[in-house]
């Protein structure tokens, strides 16, 4: 699985000039690489960056200083193996990440939750 290389630039925008708040990947099966589904501005919450995650499906996302990988238990297996066999080539890509957490439920990627692993 590849990454396309406007993933990366707008990670680093993320990462260096703040430019998001957040940004929400995702892997295009046809293209075979991990492409960018939403950015979020600064000023939008935690709370604007969980509403966007789809309830269904996998997506990878990172938020402000967090990357978040996020399996909903419900979701089809073959993006669940998907998202799993994928993951530690994307995360090499994005260097700087300094926090990961796997998600199969909302309540596993609670602000609290991820302020505990961050501290």
Same mark, same amino acid.
């Given at each position: 699985?590849?990454?396309? @290389?406007?993933?990366?630039?707008?990670?680093?925008?993320?990462?260096?000039?703040?430019?998001?708040? +957040?940004? !929400?990947?995702?892997? @295009?099966?046809?293209?075979?690489?991990?492409?960018? &589904?939403?950015?979020?501005?600064?000023?939008?919450?935690? #709370?604007?960056?969980?509403?966007?995650?789809?309830?269904? @499906?996998?997506?990878? *996302?990172?938020?402000?200083?967090?990357?978040?990988?996020?399996?909903?238990? !419900?979701?089809?297996?073959?993006?669940?193996?998907? +998202?799993?066999?994928?993951? &530690?080539?994307?995360?090499?890509?994005?260097?700087?990440?300094?926090?990961?957490?796997?998600?199969?439920?909302?309540? #596993?990627?609670?602000?609290?939750?991820?302020?505990?692993? *961050?501290?």
């Amino acid at each position: 699985m590849g990454v396309a @290389d406007h993933s990366k630039t707008t990670y680093m925008e993320l990462q260096r000039k703040k430019v998001y708040r +957040y940004v !929400i990947f995702k892997i @295009d099966e046809k293209k075979k690489e991990v492409v960018v &589904e939403k950015t979020g501005s600064p000023a939008e919450s935690y #709370e604007d960056f969980t509403a966007s995650l789809p309830e269904n @499906d996998c997506r990878y *996302a990172v938020y402000d200083f967090d990357y978040n990988n996020r399996s909903p238990s !419900i979701s089809r297996i073959r993006a669940k193996m998907l +998202y799993a066999t994928s993951k &530690e080539r994307f995360r090499r890509e994005l260097q700087g990440v300094h926090y990961e957490i796997q998600a199969t439920d909302p309540t #596993e990627m609670d602000l609290d939750v991820i302020r505990e692993r *961050a501290n």
